[in-house]
T-cell receptor
Framework: DSGVTQTPKHLITATGQRVTLRCSPR?????VYWYQQSLDQGLQFLIQ???????AKGNILERFSAQQFPDLHSELNLSSLELGDSALYFC?????????????FGSGTRLTVV | GNSVTQMEGPVTLSEEAFLTINCTYT??????LFWYVQYPGEGLQLLLK?????DKGSNKGFEATYRKETTSFHLEKGSVQVSDSAVYFC????????????FGKGNQVVVIP
């Protein structure tokens, strides 16, 4: 157990639908990062939050959004889902300065859009 | 911008063989370098790290040395086991900007008994 909890582990939904993925960071970590992993794109950084505020955006689609709550858990919202959104979505957390610490990853949510 | 390049393609080798996975990077400033491992069906786990030039990270028989002159952080293991079969990702992070990790594309390693 890495200390980063992601739910649900698996999600199957239809095109056009909306889903919410949840992440609880490791105790004491203030930063949360979301990554998408697909076979053709590899690991793509989506977005980072630090202590409730958005800090960085990567290759996140406008149909996707995220937030971090006062208790530091984070949610990634995916809407108007397309077949191509099927992927593994990972959450990671770190202390504020990740330069020397690296990240702790959760076990991921596998999203299948049918 | 920051980027990491890993050698192309999967790596297949026999048990007890020597493993090398190449990783080179481009970065602003002085990055920290990492190797992560992803076992089938699991998330990424930090394998080892190095935070400054000439540092050697090591864990579970794996080693990598931070080479600033060649901007490289190659992963090595002297004698692999079947249980080392996994995907290995090289990554870097700098103290500038937003501290997010930039990952290479990963290498699938398959160890055959």
């Amino acid at each position: 157990d890495s200390g980063v909890t992601q739910t649900p582990k698996h999600l199957i939904t239809a095109t056009g639908q909306r889903v919410t993925l949840r992440c609880s960071p490791r105790s004491g970590d203030l930063s949360v990062y979301w990554y998408q992993q697909s076979l053709d794109q590899g690991l793509q950084f989506l977005i980072q939050y630090y202590n409730g505020e958005e800090r960085a955006k990567g290759n996140i689609l406008e149909r996707f959004s995220a937030q971090q709550f006062p208790d530091l858990h984070s949610e990634l919202n995916l809407s108007s889902l397309e077949l191509g959104d099927s992927a593994l979505y990972f959450c990671a957390s770190s202390p504020r300065d990740a330069g020397g610490y690296g990240y702790t990853f959760g076990s991921g949510t596998r999203l299948t859009v049918v | 911008g920051n980027s990491v390049t890993q050698m192309e393609g999967p790596v297949t080798l026999s048990e007890e063989a020597f493993l090398t996975i190449n990783c080179t990077y481009t970065a602003t400033g002085y990055p920290s370098l990492f190797w992560y491992v992803q076992y089938p069906g699991e998330g990424l786990q930090l394998l080892l790290k190095a935070t400054k030039a000439d540092d050697k990270g090591s864990n579970k028989g794996f080693e990598a040395t931070y080479r600033k002159e060649t901007t490289s952080f190659h992963l090595e293991k002297g004698s692999v086991q079947v249980s080392d079969s996994a995907v290995y990702f090289c990554a870097l992070s700098t103290s500038y900007g937003n501290n997010r990790l930039a990952f290479g594309k990963g290498n699938q390693v398959v160890v055959i008994p």
